[in-house]
């Protein structure tokens, strides 16, 4: 099933309270999953950022509606950017773990934007997620949104009607639970050592100096 207005409005109030309950704050103890397959291409083309030769590759699962999320983009993400990324030291691979129909809806948008502006819009949401993801009419607030981002009424519906990718991106997320044991957001992967939580300045300095 598509995401239609009425799905969207009667799920998404209902299970947004309830996922953000359930993101931890606090990266959790480190496990390890097979690097191959954690780099193993789905079914959409892969977001990155940085040298593919890099000596460190961080693998980001994140729902567009996790408060925890928009705080590691808005606080942490762009030293990561200045200091690893642009650096040719970390490539930086973003992947889709929605934890609600408005965050669904979300990366639906993003990835019908252009792909060289979907970092762009990606940061934006996270900038001014109140604005679009926690009100009474999510529907309207995240037609605004995309109106501004240059989406019109006719191309974002159409975007959220297409059933092929939302079919890819809930196989992302799927794939992400049933094989890397991805539960909540966000959920990084270093170098194939799994970080549960939000991740300070300091933390990620300290987790990027082992694999550096």
């Known amino acids: 099933m598509t995401l239609n207005r ?43 950022l940085g040298d593919e030769n890099a000596p460190v590759t961080i693998v980001e699962y994140a729902s567009m509606t996790c408060g925890h999320c928009a705080n590691f983009h808005k606080n942490t993400y762009p030293h990561l950017k200045s200091e690893y990324i642009e650096k040719g030291k970390v490539r930086f691979l973003f992947r889709e773990f929605p934890l609600d129909p408005v965050a669904t809806a979300a990366f639906m948008l993003a990835r019908c934007a252009p792909e060289d502006k979907y970092f762009d819009v990606v940061d934006t949401m996270f900038a001014e997620q109140r604005k679009w993801a926690f009100t009474n009419d999510p529907y309207n607030s995240l037609l605004n949104f995309a109106k501004q981002i240059g989406f019109t009424q006719e191309n974002f519906e159409s975007c959220l009607q297409n059933q092929e990718l ?12 049933s094989e890397f044991g991805v539960s909540s957001t966000p959920t990084f992967f270093v170098n194939g050592e799994k970080v549960n939580g939000a991740i300070t300045v300091e933390q990620l300095d300290e987790e990027l100096a082992k694999h550096l």
């Open 6 to 48: 009425r799905q969207f409005l009667d799920r998404s109030a209902r299970v947004m309270l309830a996922a953000g309950l359930t993101l931890s704050a606090v990266p959790a103890l480190a496990e390890s999953v097979d690097v191959e397959a954690l780099m193993q291409a789905g079914p959409l083309p892969e977001m990155a």
């Open 166 to 177: 939302l079919d890819a991106i809930n196989n992302i997320k799927n794939r992400a639970s």
